[in-house]
């Protein structure tokens, strides 16, 4: 399968972006959805996950309450709306697919390219 991320950009504190990732090759049906991001100088870190099937959803506790994941069947794709953004959210955002309940990023075989947030103060 591979992924397509869109949707980074510079936004000030306090506002809002949406991060869109495409599935092609094969439906996002089994596998669980997850965004990663990564900052300079720090290793990539686990954000938010969905599972396809049933929407089961899985927020790391820095972002919980502010960003939440949807899923577009008909699109195959799945986005992660960011409300609420702090300079400590600038990372490059990846999404990934796993066919594993896991939010480690080993677990997660297949990468969209990455996405730039950057949140100015």
């Known amino acids: 399968v591979q992924l397509q991320a869109s949707g980074g950009g510079l936004v000030q504190a306090g506002g809002s972006l949406r991060l869109s990732c495409a599935a092609s090759?094969?439906?996002?049906?089994?596998?669980?959805l997850a965004w990663f991001r990564q900052a300079p100088g720090k290793e990539r870190e686990f954000v938010a996950a969905?599972?396809?099937?049933?929407?089961?959803?899985a927020y790391a506790d820095s972002v919980k309450g502010r960003f939440t994941l949807s899923r577009d069947y008909a699109k195959n794709t799945w986005y992660l709306q960011m409300s609420s953004l702090k300079p400590e959210d600038t990372a490059i955002y990846y999404c990934?697919?796993?066919?594993?309940?896991?939010?480690?990023?080993?677990?997660?075989?297949?990468w969209g390219q990455g996405t730039l947030v950057t949140v100015s103060s």
């Open positions: 990934a697919a796993s066919t594993t309940p896991s939010n480690d990023r080993r677990a997660y075989a297949y």
């Open positions: 090759g094969e439906t996002a049906s089994g596998f669980r």
């Open positions: 969905i599972s396809w099937n049933y929407g089961l959803r």
